[in-house]
C-alpha cells in the first residue's frame, strides 16, 4: 500500500482533533508546477521525451508556482503538528510522573481517571502520529526536490530542524518512547489494541544503549543514548533543542555554567557540542522517563555514576557557597 493512502486512512476521522499534513494538496502543487513549467519548456526547446533529466530545462531555483504556496503551507502545517504533540505529549508525562496529592488534582482536573493501560494507549497514538507526520513531510519534501532537480527540500528539512517543528527530533518522542516501556514493565500482562505503531525496546549494542521503535514494517525509528562527551550511557540526561542527549553534568560542563546555576544560566549563543548549532540550552529537557528507564535496566552502572556524581555535587556546591561568602563579606 501506498503511504499516501496509508497516511490518509490513518488521519481519517482525526482531522478535527490532530492537525496533519495536507498530502493530497500539497502534490496539487507539485503537479501544477511539473505540467505548467513542463509545457512552457516543450514550447520553447521542444525537447524529446526521452532526453536526460539533467539537460532537461528545469524549474528554476525560485518557483513562483510552488514557492509562493508550497512551503508556507507545509511549515504551518508542521508548525501545527509539532505544537499539538508536544502539549498533549506534556499532559500525559505529567499525569502519570505526578504522585500523592497532585495526581489525583490532575485527575479531577481532567475529569478522568485514566489507568495504566488507557495512558499506554494514548502513548501509543502519540507516538504513531508524531512519526508518520514526519515521514509524510520528509516524503513530499523529497518529492518537490525531484521534481525542481534542486536541494531546497532538504534545506527545508534543516529549517524545520532549527525551528523544532521536526517531530522525530522532539525530546518528547523520545520521553513517550520510555514512558510506554516502563508501563509495560511494571505491568507485562496488560492489553494493548494492536494499531500501526510497532512495538519499541531499549536494547544494548556492544554496551551501547539504543531506544527503537517500528512503524508500519518499513519505517523504525533509533535513538542512540550514548553521551558524545563522556561516550558513557547518559547518566540523568538532557535533550538540547536540537535534539541531542547528554548527560546533565556533561551538558553544563560543556555550557561552562555549575549543576548549581543549571542550563538556564548558559551563554544564549552557547553551542550543542554534537551538531555545533548555537542557542539550544535554553529549551532543554529533562528526560525523567528515560532516566527511569536507564536506572531500571543497568542498576550496577546507575549506582557507580550516581556515587561519583553525588561526590563532583557536593564540590561544586561547597565551590559556589564558599564563593557567595567571600561576595559578601567583600573579599
Known amino acids: 500500500m501506498k503511504f499516501c493512502k496509508r497516511y490518509e486512512e490513518y488521519m481519517q476521522g482525526k482531522e478535527k482533533e490532530l492537525p496533519g499534513v495536507g498530502l493530497k494538496k500539497l502534490k496539487k502543487i507539485l503537479k501544477r508546477c511539473r505540467r505548467e513549467f513542463h509545457a512552457q519548456d516543450q514550447m520553447e526547446e521542444n525537447p524529446t521525451e526521452n532526453c536526460d533529466p539533467v539537460t532537461k530545462p528545469k524549474c528554476p531555483d525560485q518557483c513562483p508556482v510552488c514557492d509562493g504556496t508550497f512551503f508556507p503551507a507545509l511549515l504551518e502545517e508542521m508548525s501545527a503538528v509539532s505544537s499539538c504533540f508536544k502539549e498533549r505529549a506534556q499532559k500525559l508525562l505529567e499525569l502519570h510522573l505526578a ?3 497532585r495526581k489525583y488534582f490532575m485527575w479531577f482536573k481532567n475529569k478522568t481517571q485514566r489507568n495504566h ?3 499506554v494507549q494514548e502513548g501509543r497514538e502519540l507516538v504513531t502520529y508524531a512519526i508518520i507526520n514526519s515521514v509524510a513531510m520528509r516524503k513530499i519534501l523529497k518529492k518537490y526536490d525531484k521534481i525542481h532537480y534542486s536541494k531546497q527540500g532538504q534545506a527545508f528539512r534543516e529549517k524545520a ?3 523544532h517543528i521536526e517531530t522525530l527530533k522532539s525530546p518528547w518522542l523520545c520521553e513517550l518512547l520510555a514512558f510506554y516501556i516502563n508501563v509495560r514493565q511494571k505491568e507485562p500482562n496488560m492489553k494493548v489494541i494492536p494499531g500501526v505503531f510497532g512495538d519499541c525496546s531499549l536494547t544494548f549494542d556492544d554496551g551501547k544503549p539504543v531506544l527503537s521503535c517500528g512503524l508500519f514494517d518499513s519505517v523504525k525509528l533509533e535513538i542512540d543514548l550514548t553521551c558524545s562527551i563522556c561516550l558513557e550511557t547518559v547518566f540523568d540526561p538532557v535533550s538540547l533543542t536540537c535534539g541531542h542527549i547528554f548527560c546533565y553534568m556533561c551538558c553544563c560542563s560543556s555550557a561552562s555554567v555549575t549543576i548549581i546555576d543549571g542550563l538556564k ?18 529549551g532543554a529537557v529533562h528526560l525523567e522517563e528515560l532516566n527511569m528507564l536507564l536506572s531500571r535496566s543497568c542498576p550496577d552502572y546507575w549506582e557507580k555514576r550516581l556515587q561519583s ?15 557567595m561568602s567571600r561576595t559578601f563579606i567583600g573579599l
Open 309 to 323: 556524581e553525588r561526590v563532583e555535587r557536593v564540590r561544586q556546591a561547597k565551590e559556589h557557597w564558599e564563593s
Open 265 to 282: 544560566a548558559a551563554d544564549h549563543k552557547a553551542k550543542c557540542p554534537l551538531c555545533r548549532r548555537g542557542g539550544v540550552y535554553e
Open 117 to 119: 493501560g488507557i495512558l
Open 161 to 163: 530542524q532549527s525551528l
Open 99 to 101: 504522585s500523592g496529592f
